[in-house]
């Protein structure tokens, strides 16, 4: 998965994965009330809601990037329902072809880990059948558990040909308080990255591993030292456009073949009708207004990997 | 919530949160059976055969202990119907007026934090309707993050009068390959643990914050430490019994008024039947071998507690 990915973002020269983190107040008002008409306003109707607007943007940039990223969060505050339409989410991206990295930012120890890997990346046993509960392509790892937490993960991986991607540095303001530690003189993002780089030793795709960084656009000078302790993790970058990053500042995310990054935009795409920049589309074409946030991101961070 | 917390422990003189993690092969064969019967080997057959497990357990120890500890991995690997099974299992917990702690392990940033609060500790809006989409009374949250994603957590709560226990120091054996890093010449757990102190003092209750800690059972000389560094935080912890912790290990976990600390078994009291002590009850009489478990639990731990 890790390949297909790499030669996707190859074939397609976009570097760029869409956050699908739907708020219900992104979701434009004839969206919301089509759902709402026929499932009340009710859990229900904002599970339809959310993933009729999922619907409509992976529909119009589908054949522009390579990846999308639902953040659980926002599908779990809706309940049952809202796990529902980000399972529909999930399938119908792998549909289009999508790689579809889960951002779940789960993490425990041993067999509970073993139950999260299984659920997301993997398949349950059930009597004599087997099942995938959700069924993404990559996940978002939490480390700070250690090597219990994660190994679990790796191995089913392995059996599926699936990756991770594990927190290193995260994009918010205080993500310092405890991963910027120096600890025996070393960040702890440093000794992060560093398990990291040894955990994908044991599991290599063709020149990436299938273990994965998250290391945060709002830090590019952490960006490049990361870069330079982990040259065979691919870098799933957050934090771009609303939260302060742009591509002149994650040309060091990258290595010199232009590729080991992956950059995240949540809100500037898929609540792109709602800046200023994007008005004109309207609250009806939100989903062009998507697809041309997706093309001015291209254009910004190929001219920034032009420029290095 | 802390305050009916600390009341259920002090009337029912137990300091025990049963851990609710049911694997299928704790299920003893005739529930299967019958869940198979109803509805196929499928994952609707294991979400009602946990949950049938589960009511057993329940109805046989909930008078004698004050909270559960529903693990959520468990039930999120059989998807959607695993996660109504998770659901139903909370709110009869909660029918039963035991407090229930989700252990989620959840952490973000920011809204994404705030989602995950509101998901399992707040309300959603939905139009002109607010919905509690799984509804615990505690959940433990990851602090790798920092105060942006624990932050929202305690925002919540302090709305809806309930609580968090935050990771500090964790019970699996690689815990402290990043936990332990001695940074600024103290080891990370005390320096999450000074701010789960602080972070405790926002949200207090009458005798105990808000705002707890998990600290694993298979390192009592740092819970010892911890116990200082925390004087108001209620200690949750993990590790007795199956993982290696014994009564007389975590005497120093409690506070002098023998109160502030909470300990979890989950295999030890949910697949009690299948261990050699207990073997006499059988597996038709699985729910009765968990009581016996608790009592014998409740007798090592007052034992201990009696001869600090």
């Known amino acids: ?37 026929e499932y009340g306003e009710t859990l229900e109707g904002a599970g339809e809601a959310i993933w009729q607007f999922n619907k409509g943007i992976v529909d119009a940039v589908c054949d522009l990037i390579p990846a999308v990223k639902p953040q659980i969060a926002m599908y779990e505050q809706f309940g049952i329902p809202g796990l529902q339409a980000f399972k529909k989410t999930v399938d119908y991206c792998k549909e289009k072809d999508l790689v579809v990295i889960g951002d779940i930012k789960r993490g425990d120890i041993g067999s509970t880990s073993g139950a999260y890997a299984t659920a997301h990346v993997g398949q349950v046993q059930v009597g004599s059948n087997k099942f995938r509960a959700f069924d993404e392509d990559f996940v978002t790892v939490n ?25 290193v540095k995260t994009s918010n303001p205080s993500s310092g308080e405890f991963q910027d530690r120096l600890a025996d003189g070393k960040p702890l993002y440093e000794i992060v990255g560093k398990m990291v780089d040894e955990w994908g030793q044991s599991h290599m795709g063709d020149s990436y591993s299938y273990v994965g960084a998250v290391v945060g656009a709002t830090y590019p000078e ?35 073949d232009g590729l080991g990054a992956i950059v995240n935009s949540s809100r500037g795409i898929i609540a792109a009708y709602k800046q200023d920049k994007y008005a004109r589309f309207g609250a009806e074409a939100y989903a062009d207004a998507s697809r041309q946030a997706v093309l001015d991101m291209k254009e910004d961070l190929l001219g920034a990997l032009a420029g290095k």
């Open 1 to 37: 998965m890790i390949n297909k990915l790499v030669k996707k973002i190859e074939d397609l020269q976009a570097p760029i994965v869409a956050g699908l983190d739907p708020m219900l107040n992104y979701v434009p008002d004839h969206i919301k009330e089509k759902a709402f008409a």
């Open 222 to 256: 952490i960006g490049k030292v990361l870069r330079q302790l982990m040259p065979k993790t691919y870098i799933l970058v957050p934090g771009y456009g609303a939260q302060g990053g742009k591509g002149s500042d994650l040309v060091h995310y990258f290595n010199k």
């Open 143 to 167: 480390p700070y558990l250690g090597t219990d937490g994660v190994k679990p993960f790796i191995e089913v991986c392995k059996e599926e040909k699936k990756g991770i991607f594990v927190l």
